[in-house]
């Protein structure tokens, strides 16, 4: 089982549309997960850190489960500007992040 | 806002040269990464930094790398003799904590080709 496993997509979606990202990981022991966002040929950038009981930032909506190890990032009222790929990330120990391979999202007019 | 910055944005070297890429992580940040990611593929962890020493590395971080700190600011990482595969881009991060803690915050990228 790979260590971080999202869904490659591409996610075709219209505009203000809803769409879901799911998640695996598979080291039981990971503590911390995080969603970053990276543009074409940029750096990652931070969309938001999850937390045990879920949490929101705008349309943005990030749940963990820690029992089935499943991350998932949902974002609602979809924007041409949320063009992106989304990559999970899980710190499976001390100071070392792994990421998935990164969801790719294309929100059309 | 502050950033991690990394320079060279590209690099084109010789297979078998040496060469440094270099980060300056965010000023009050402790905790310093590098990590890659080859054209099309996902992010790689290559190895953690903190207090002048390694902190984790990856199956990746061989022999041919090395990090160091050599002053106050500025964070580097050698890759010894290059190979056709260690094309990539490499980026640098830094955190005020440990990535158990808190995420990690990105520099540009440096585009390594080694032809």
């Known amino acids: 089982r790979k260590e971080v496993e999202q869904d490659p997509g591409p996610f075709n979606v219209p505009e203000g549309a809803t769409v879901a990202f799911n998640c695996t990981y598979s080291?039981?022991?990971?503590?911390?997960f995080f969603w970053y966002r990276q543009d074409c040929r940029k750096e990652p950038k931070l969309l938001m850190s999850?937390?045990?009981s879920g949490n929101e930032d705008g349309r943005f909506t990030a749940q963990l489960n820690r029992a089935s190890q499943y991350i998932s990032l949902l974002i609602r009222d979809s924007k041409l500007s949320d063009s992106a790929t989304y990559l999970c990330?899980?710190?499976?120990?001390?100071?070392?992040?792994?990421f998935g391979a990164g969801t790719r999202l294309t929100v059309k007019p | 806002e502050p950033e991690v910055t990394q320079t060279p944005s590209h690099q084109v070297t010789q297979m078998g040269q040496e060469v440094i890429l270099r980060c300056v992580p965010i000023s009050n940040h402790l905790y310093f990464y590098w990590y890659r990611q080859i054209l099309g593929q996902k992010v790689e962890f290559l190895v953690s930094f903190y207090n002048n020493e390694i902190s984790e590395k990856s199956e990746i971080f061989d022999d041919q790398f090395s990090v160091e700190r050599p002053d106050g600011s500025n964070f580097t990482l050698k890759i010894r003799s290059t190979k056709l595969e260690d094309s990539a881009m490499y980026f640098c991060a830094s955190s005020p904590l440990g990535t158990r803690n808190t995420e990690a915050f990105f520099g540009q990228g440096t585009r390594l080709t080694v032809v």
């Open positions: 999850v937390y045990s």
């Open positions: 990330v899980v710190n499976i120990h001390n100071n070392d992040m792994r």
């Open positions: 080291n039981s022991a990971s503590q911390s």
